[in-house]
Nanobody, 115 residues
Framework: QVQLVESGGGLVQPGTSLRLSCAASGSIFSAYTMGWYRQAPGNQRELVAKITNNGHTNYADSVKGRFTIFRDNAKNTVYLQMSSLKTEDTAIYYC?????????WGQGTQVTVSS
């Protein structure tokens, strides 16, 4: 069982930056593929960014060049650095871990981008 706890969400203005963190349980964090997903009201949950156990990343087209996912295996933590935030980035952001064929989810953290 993998437990995930997100933090770092909040209310920010357009054009600013925010960093999300996700702390994971387990002694083999380095083996997990980690991802960030988001869900806006009325929309389906969508992939924002993903990082594999060997550091390979991929991003949704809507966030390429603005968001960066990275991990610190020593701290069992994955981060999502978000820059040049737009109102359409407003959503609940969920941390995801994939390991041994199973998916694990955090409780989500709200990000609101508004002037």
């Amino acid at each position: 069982q993998v437990q995930l706890v997100e933090s770092g969400g909040g209310l920010v203005q357009p054009g600013t930056s925010l960093r999300l963190s996700c702390a994971a349980s387990g002694s083999i964090f380095s083996a997990y593929t980690m991802g960030w997903y988001r869900q806006a009201p009325g929309n389906q949950r969508e992939l924002v960014a993903k990082i594999t156990n060997n550091g390979h990343t991929n991003y949704a087209d809507s966030v390429k060049g603005r968001f960066t996912i990275f991990r610190d295996n020593a701290k069992n933590t994955v981060y999502l650095q978000m820059s040049s935030l737009k109102t359409e980035d407003t959503a609940i952001y969920y941390c995801n871990a994939v390991w041994d064929g199973a998916d694990y989810w955090g409780q989500g953290t709200q990000v609101t981008v508004s002037s």
